[in-house]
């Protein structure tokens, strides 16, 4: 596959905002070639950088939207978009973080993102992973997931900040309102957010498992994110807690937090187990691909009350084989679709089509 990017814009002070598939290949000259395959699961061999708008297949944009927009340089990025359209060049762009951005509909564009609301977006933004070191290598040292025994009722885990407190609540709606206010009387660029406490709607969450008599609860919460972890060691000790708690469940919650998508979901899928995927009208990767009902418990945004008889339902059409099965193949998906590599390769056959 060959691949234009213009080099003038990259700029390596802000390289959390360099597009994903370039940032492998963006290291010093030391970086070797099987290092870039340990960290990164891409080589030098992959893709093909050519020096010309015209012999590539893609072009992309090497920075994010957001580095365009708080740099003020979007007549930048818009112009190099424009050269595009001239040759008639698809064009990947990014947009990161947990907050959407104003961008023209480019005929030719593909805008990938973690965060958004599906039914407010244009087809040309695309559900993108949140890109994830392996837990199991990093964390246990091995690539094969812990087995889970079989029980009638199931296991539903979660390890992470939430909140039933009405202040809380509260706090996090003012300062969501405060955000919106500033966007319409323009002092803040990023689009409005629904009036959702993510803390609150993850306690909401967990209190409704908690109710249900079919399912066990394996709840460890917090009232700071990752347990108000400062050190190295006290992040990797919540790391670690983190995925002792998925090791011992066979599903779990995942819901959106500050921004509309979760992390959880992508972390749940490398672990080997099951997500109970909130649906808050998020944007998954690949959704015309990727059967994402078959691999999680999916529950309407409406339908919390409901989360326990979902998974109790979901759990009692498995047989043990089948669980087993199941969690064998999110772990897969995980490893062959959702990881830099694979994400892209998919990419290009269903977007280049």
């Given at each position: 596959?060959?691949?234009?990017y213009?080099?003038?814009?990259?700029n390596?002070?802000?390289?959390?905002?360099?597009?994903?598939l370039?940032k492998?290949f963006?290291?010093p000259?030391?970086?070797?070639?099987a290092?870039r395959?340990a960290?990164?699961?891409v080589?030098?061999?992959?893709?093909?950088?050519?020096?010309?708008?015209?012999d590539a297949?893609?072009?992309?944009?090497p920075?994010?939207?957001?580095?365009y927009?708080?740099t003020?340089?979007l007549?930048v990025?818009?112009?190099?978009i424009?050269?595009?359209?001239?040759?008639?060049?698809?064009?990947?762009i990014?947009?990161l973080g947990?907050?959407?951005?104003?961008?023209?509909?480019?005929?030719?564009?593909?805008?990938?993102?973690?965060?958004?609301?599906?039914?407010?977006?244009?087809?040309?933004?695309?559900?993108?992973?949140?890109?994830?070191?392996?837990?199991?290598?990093?964390?246990y040292s091995?690539?094969?997931?812990?087995?889970?025994?079989?029980h009638?009722?199931?296991t539903?885990?979660f390890?992470?900040?939430a909140?039933?407190?009405?202040?809380t609540?509260?706090k996090?709606?003012?300062n969501?309102?405060?955000?919106?206010?500033?966007y319409?009387?323009k002092?803040?660029?990023?689009?409005?957010?629904?009036?959702?406490?993510s803390?609150?709607?993850r306690?909401?969450?967990l209190r409704a498992c908690?109710?249900?008599?079919?399912?066990?609860?394996?709840?460890?919460?917090r009232?700071?994110?990752?347990a108000?972890a400062k050190t190295?060691?006290e992040?990797?000790a919540?790391?670690?807690?983190?995925?002792d708690?998925?090791?011992?469940?066979?599903?779990?919650?995942?819901?959106?937090g500050a921004?509309?998508f979760?992390v959880?979901?992508?972390?749940?899928?490398a672990?080997?187990?099951?997500?109970?995927?909130i649906?808050?009208?998020?944007l998954?990767?690949?959704?015309?691909?990727i059967d994402?009902?078959?691999?999680?418990?999916?529950?309407?945004?409406?339908?919390l009350d409901?989360?326990g008889q979902?998974?109790?339902?979901?759990?009692a059409?498995?047989?043990?084989?089948?669980?087993?099965k199941l969690c064998?193949?999110?772990?897969?998906l995980?490893?062959?679709?959702?990881?830099l590599?694979?994400?892209?390769?998919?990419?290009i056959e269903t977007?280049l089509?």
């Open positions: 596959m060959t691949l234009y213009p080099k003038k814009h990259i390596n002070q802000f390289r959390r905002d360099i597009f994903p370039l492998p963006l290291k000259e030391t970086f070797t070639d290092e395959m960290l990164y699961g080589s030098d061999q992959d893709y093909k950088f050519v020096n010309t708008i015209q297949k893609v072009a992309i944009l920075m994010s939207w957001n580095y927009y708080s003020n340089q007549s990025a818009k112009d190099f424009e050269d595009t359209q001239k040759y008639n060049k698809p064009i990947w990014a947009m947990d907050f959407g951005l104003p961008i023209p509909d480019y005929s030719n564009s593909v805008v990938f993102r973690a965060s958004g609301y599906q039914s407010k977006l244009s087809n040309s933004h695309q559900g993108m992973p949140v890109f994830i070191n392996d837990p199991l290598q990093t964390y091995q690539s094969h997931i812990f087995k889970r025994p079989y009638k009722k199931p539903i885990g390890c992470g900040q909140s039933t407190s009405a202040i609540r509260a996090e709606l003012v969501i309102a405060g955000r919106n206010l500033a319409y009387i002092q803040r660029p990023y689009k409005p957010e629904k009036l959702t406490s803390s609150f709607f306690g909401q969450s908690q109710q249900s008599t079919l399912v066990r609860t394996n709840f460890i919460v009232n700071q994110y990752r108000g190295v060691a992040r990797h919540s790391s670690v807690a983190f995925y708690n998925m090791k011992t469940s066979d599903y779990i919650i995942c819901a959106r921004g509309n979760s959880r979901l992508y972390e749940t899928l672990m080997g187990r099951i997500p109970v995927y649906n808050t009208d998020g998954l990767p690949l959704q015309d691909t994402w009902k078959k691999h999680m418990v999916w529950v309407e945004e409406d339908e409901m989360i979902k998974v109790f339902d979901f759990h059409n498995l047989n043990p084989n089948q669980f087993d064998q193949e999110n772990r897969m995980w490893k062959n679709i959702l990881q590599k694979g994400f892209f390769n998919k990419a977007f089509k």
